[in-house]
């Protein structure tokens, strides 16, 4: 739908162009938490499409680790240096990549925020998942379990991450107002399948009595099913975790996870490119956008429509 759109719009704006005053295509950097996992594979698939939709230059980057704001920082610089024209950003830390991008708007950048939020006056649009009501999201799946009381446990990743405590705070107001709910234990690790599941592990060692999990991104997903599998704890413990590649989505099969809140990363890379050309031509965007979040379970993974969201652009192209 939104390369649809996207087609219209070219079409439609005969005024709008794709290269600066020199001849030369627009740039625009993308700088995102981290590039290796299949949800940033797919923020850059979508990114690309547009890119190639706009006839635009983007960059794409991110530091190793997704608690790296120094380096981000860095590559936000570099991206200014190099004479790129936008930025769109996933903040790694809410506040301590804000200067950074403060002086890339003051250099005339035009900033767009995809999945994660910075704490700058420069930024024009903000795009990606309503975290608030993803956490909610994840609290009624919680709650959908048959346990007749619950002792959760809450692995979530940077305290500085804007979307992890986003995400926190709304599956906290609905999971509170629970009379099942006996107590919430809360641990913040780093954001590796390794160090989750150890944290994981160490929650469960400690706290015993804890028989659901809520985990809020792709490598604490992993980290949490892979611990609940070492312990044998399938059948006696419920979680919900977030986003999807391939592992995670056989765990759901084998009932180490019992439902995934599935974003739509692709739409976030393509909408924040297709909204940083859009500032660079002198078009209005809108302030928010809500990308859409899905809930899926084992009863609805194999519809058609949770297949599609399951599995990343790339992938259902070769399948096709």
Same mark, same amino acid.
């Given at each position: %739908?939104?390369?649809?759109a996207? !087609?219209?719009l070219l079409?439609?704006?005969?005024c709008a162009s794709?290269?600066?005053?020199?001849?030369?295509?627009h740039s625009?950097?993308? =700088?995102?938490?981290?590039?290796?996992? #299949?949800?940033?594979?797919? =923020?850059?698939?979508?990114?690309?499409?547009a #890119?190639?939709?706009?006839?635009?230059?983007?960059t *794409?980057e991110?530091?190793?680790?997704e608690?790296d704001?120094e380096t981000? &920082?860095?590559?936000?610089?570099e991206?200014?240096e190099r004479?790129? /024209? #936008?930025?769109?950003?996933?903040?790694?830390?809410?506040?301590a990549n804000?200067?950074a991008?403060?002086q890339?708007?003051?250099?005339?950048?035009?900033? @767009?925020?995809i999945?994660?939020?910075v704490?700058?006056?420069?930024?024009v649009s903000?795009i990606?998942?309503n &975290?608030?009501?993803?956490g909610? %999201?994840? #609290?009624?799946? +919680?709650?959908?379990g048959?346990?007749? =009381?619950l002792?959760v446990?809450?692995?979530?990743?940077?305290?500085?991450?804007a979307n992890g405590?986003q995400?926190e705070?709304?599956? $906290?107001?609905?999971i509170q107002?629970?009379p $099942?709910?006996?107590?919430?234990?809360?641990?913040?690790v780093?954001?590796?399948t /390794?160090?989750?599941?150890?944290?994981?592990e160490?929650?469960l060692?400690?706290?015993?009595e804890?028989?659901a999990?809520?985990?809020?991104?792709?490598?604490?997903?992993?980290?949490?099913?892979?611990?609940i $599998?070492?312990?044998? +704890?399938?059948d006696a413990?419920?979680? @919900?975790? *977030?986003d999807s590649? =391939?592992?995670?989505?056989? %765990?759901?099969?084998?009932? /180490?996870?019992?439902a995934?809140?599935v974003?739509n990363p692709?739409? %976030?890379?393509y909408?924040?490119?297709?909204a940083a050309?859009? +500032?660079?031509?002198?078009?209005?965007?809108?302030a928010?956008?809500d990308?859409?979040? @899905? !809930?899926?379970?084992r009863?609805?993974?194999?519809?058609e429509?949770?297949q599609?969201?399951?599995?990343?652009?790339?992938a259902?192209?070769?399948?096709?």
């Amino acid at each position: %739908m939104a390369v649809l759109a996207a !087609v219209i719009l070219l079409i439609s704006s005969g005024c709008a162009s794709s290269q600066t005053a020199t001849g030369k295509k627009h740039s625009i950097a993308l =700088v995102t938490k981290s590039t290796t996992s #299949a949800f940033w594979h797919s =923020v850059k698939a979508g990114a690309g499409a547009a #890119a190639a939709e706009y006839n635009l230059d983007f960059t *794409f980057e991110g530091p190793e680790k997704e608690e790296d704001y120094e380096t981000q &920082n860095r590559m936000i610089r570099e991206a200014v240096e190099r004479g790129a /024209e #936008a930025l769109v950003i996933s903040a790694v830390d809410y506040n301590a990549n804000a200067e950074a991008v403060d002086q890339a708007a003051k250099k005339g950048l035009q900033i @767009v925020v995809i999945d994660s939020d910075v704490n700058s006056s420069g930024v024009v649009s903000r795009i990606g998942t309503n &975290n608030d009501a993803a956490g909610e %999201m994840a #609290a009624r799946a +919680l709650l959908d379990g048959e346990e007749e =009381v619950l002792h959760v446990g809450i692995v979530n990743y940077d305290v500085n991450s804007a979307n992890g405590q986003q995400r926190e705070e709304g599956f $906290r107001r609905v999971i509170q107002e629970s009379p $099942r709910v006996a107590d919430i234990t809360t641990i913040n690790v780093i954001s590796t399948t /390794e160090d989750a599941r150890i944290g994981t592990e160490k929650l469960l060692k400690e706290h015993p009595e804890i028989n659901a999990i809520v985990t809020f991104n792709e490598w604490t997903s992993l980290g949490v099913g892979w611990a609940i $599998r070492g312990q044998g +704890l399938a059948d006696a413990t419920r979680v @919900v975790a *977030f986003d999807s590649n =391939v592992v995670n989505v056989g %765990m759901l099969e084998t009932g /180490e996870v019992d439902a995934l809140i599935v974003q739509n990363p692709y739409a %976030m890379g393509y909408l924040g490119v297709e909204a940083a050309y859009r +500032l660079l031509n002198g078009q209005k965007v809108t302030a928010v956008t809500d990308t859409d979040t @899905v !809930v899926v379970t084992r009863e609805n993974m194999y519809d058609e429509a949770c297949q599609r969201i399951l599995f990343t652009f790339e992938a259902i192209n070769e399948q096709i």
